[in-house]
């Protein structure tokens, strides 16, 4: 009777083909642990490109805003009589309406432009030289030339103005508040929404929690007036008072990652700039006080009671 002898892997090979095992399970997790770390800092990367365009973004649109005077037509709710005094008027709202605004009253040859004295609940005081009927139209036209209060190189900006396009006066004002790799600082935003002289303060928003100082000192925030930025204080003139029109900003900011980046083991930083921030509202005042002179209702008085820039 033939024997019927079993064959297998003998304990050599065994063992040197759990060593090619692990050499190639080795070199995967080698390559794996590679990826993981190379997708990692990508993505530190685009972390901070985020954060930095959306805020540059933010302040883009914000700035383009400054001086916009977008005010709802109202009416006169009561005939009014003409006279050398000033009278309070009753208006169909005086929202949005502040002391020093001029308001154009009527059309045609009875059209007037009037500067506001007094603002109260749906009523205004003023001196209305000319006569009006019920429900003439009463609207604010022009731009404000200090819609961009910032008038040196910094790190604070303000500005005011129809910023959300929604008909409300904001006085929104930027801190950037640069710190070192160690202690990172912020870039804070607040607004304060302006009615019927009232204003109301919100609290400050962090935009960016891991801001660093500028290469080469560069502020946060650097204005240009007027064109080419050759141009003096008093660049706007509306009703004997000067204004200064800054019609362009220069914004840098720079963040650090928010974690090490894992394959050195160092922080990653990114500066970004706009170098042309426009707020065409005030390069608009601009025009107008370099081509026909002061005009009293189209070039707006700054809101009474706002912050001004140092």
């Known amino acids: 009777m033939r024997s019927h002898q079993q064959t297998g892997f003998t304990l050599i090979e065994m063992m040197i083909s759990v060593a090619i095992m692990l050499i190639?399970?080795?070199?995967?997790?080698?390559?794996?642990?590679?990826?993981?770390?190379?997708?990692?800092?990508?993505?530190?990367q685009a972390d901070m490109h985020a954060g930095l365009r959306g805020t540059l973004e933010?302040?883009?649109?914000?700035?383009?805003?400054?001086g916009a005077l977008n005010f709802a037509p109202q009416t006169l709710t009561n005939a009014v009589v003409g006279g050398a005094a000033a009278q309070t008027v009753a208006l169909s709202?005086?929202?949005?309406?502040?002391?020093?605004?001029w308001l154009t009253v009527d059309t045609g040859a009875a059209q007037e432009v009037v500067q506001v004295t007094g603002v109260g609940t749906n009523q205004v005081t003023g001196k209305f030289q000319l006569s009006h009927a019920?429900?003439?139209?009463?609207?604010?036209?022009?731009?404000?030339?200090q819609g961009i209060l910032t008038t040196a190189a910094g790190n604070q900006l303000q500005i005011v103005g129809d910023v959300n396009?929604?008909?409300?006066?904001?006085?929104?004002?930027?801190?950037?508040?640069?710190?070192?790799?160690?202690?990172?600082?912020?870039?804070?935003?607040?607004?304060t929404t302006i009615a019927q002289g009232v204003?109301?303060?919100?609290?400050?928003?962090?935009?960016?929690?891991?801001?660093l100082a500028n290469p080469n000192g560069t502020p946060c925030f650097t204005p240009s007036m007027g064109v080419g930025?050759?141009?003096?204080?008093?660049?706007?003139?509306?009703?004997?008072?000067?204004?200064?029109?800054?019609?362009?900003?220069?914004?840098?900011?720079?963040?650090?990652?928010?974690?090490?980046d894992p394959q050195t083991g160092q922080y990653q930083t990114m500066t970004k700039s706009f170098l042309n921030v426009s707020s065409r509202n005030v390069f608009a005042a601009y025009m107008i006080a370099a081509t026909t002179g002061p005009q009293p209702g189209l070039l707006q008085p700054q809101p009474p009671g706002l912050p001004l820039a140092p």
């Not at 709202?93 to 605004?101: F, K, L």
């Open 165 to 191: 396009a929604d008909g409300t006066l904001d006085f929104v004002e930027y801190d950037c508040n640069p710190g070192t790799p160690a202690a990172p600082g912020t870039l804070t935003r607040s607004i």
């Open 93 to 101: 709202s005086s929202a949005n309406i502040y002391v020093g605004e």
């Open 229 to 260: 930025g050759a141009v003096t204080a008093g660049n706007c003139a509306s009703g004997g008072t000067a204004f200064t029109c800054v019609t362009e900003m220069q914004i840098t900011l720079t963040v650090q990652a928010a974690e090490p």
């Open 58 to 66: 933010l302040l883009q649109q914000e700035v383009g805003q400054a």
């Open 199 to 211: 204003i109301k303060q919100n609290a400050p928003q962090v935009l960016l929690n891991t801001l």
């Open 134 to 145: 019920v429900n003439a139209p009463v609207v604010a036209q022009g731009v404000l030339p």
């Open 24 to 44: 190639v399970a080795g070199a995967a997790f080698s390559a794996l642990n590679t990826s993981q770390r190379v997708y990692a800092s990508q993505q530190l």
